[in-house]
């Protein structure tokens, strides 16, 4: 059985294993990873609109990796809708990018599942196997924050290089055009740092597990035998 000390750590890393989890179930399930400003450009070109008259065809848009809301505003007031990214919107995006954000979340999430069982297994008890040790944990929170790390590299890249929002705001858009003006990650993106980080933090709370204590010693006093005892 381990100690006292490895079992408060073990447990910490389990709850933190945990933690990741229910985060990236959150990512997932709120639609607010990034939010941005839009201008309707065909409305500014059609009245030759200045820089004081923008603000009246700058609309607002907001999505996650399922559905998201957009406010058009081209001079006659805000027109709200909403929109999913499944079945139709995903084929005007980067598709195979978009189902690789997704596949790799939801592997992260069998993978935290995995380290938060890998270390309730050492909190219990002391494995055989080397593998299933520390340096088990180690190696499934690795590949775990490895795999968020690698959903957030993929989703920035689809902002930044495949023109997400600006694909969004345009989807289903036959007499408007919309030019993105302003663009900024939301909670969810963050809640899915959070997880990536709650995997490194758990590689930090391994290593403190395994720094040994110091014995506590003590003290046996000899007795000593006196030629009086011995009379006696």
């Not at 399930?29 to 200045?50: F, Y």
């Not at 027109?79 to 079945?87: A, E, L």
């Amino acid at each position: 059985m381990p100690g006292w000390f490895k079992k408060a750590w073990y447990g910490l890393a389990s709850l933190l294993s945990l933690a990741s989890f229910i985060l990236i179930i959150a990512a997932l399930a709120v639609p607010h990873w990034l939010s941005g400003k839009i201008l309707c450009q065909t409305g500014v070109d059609l009245v030759n609109a200045t820089d004081p008259e923008l603000v009246k065809f700058i609309g607002d848009i907001y999505y996650g990796l399922f559905r998201g809301c957009k406010v058009r505003q081209c001079g006659l007031g805000g027109r709200q809708s909403q929109f999913t990214i499944f079945p139709h919107l995903v084929k005007e995006l980067n598709t195979g990018l978009h189902v690789t954000i997704l596949l790799l979340l939801f592997l992260a999430l069998a993978l935290a599942l995995v380290s938060m069982g890998f270390a309730i297994l050492n909190m219990i008890q002391v494995p055989y196997k080397a593998v299933n040790g520390p340096g088990g944990i180690c190696l499934w929170n690795v590949l775990a924050g490895g795999v968020v790390a690698l959903a957030i590299s993929s989703f920035t890249a689809a902002v930044k290089f495949h023109d997400l929002t600006g694909r969004i705001a345009n989807f289903q858009e036959k007499l408007f055009r919309f030019v993105v003006v302003e663009e900024q990650y939301e909670e969810s993106f963050w809640i899915c740092v959070a997880s990536a980080s709650a995997h490194a933090a758990n590689l930090i709370v391994v290593a403190i597990s395994q720094i040994p204590l110091p014995e506590i010693k003590t003290k046996i006093e000899e007795a000593t035998v006196t030629a009086e005892d011995i009379l006696y």
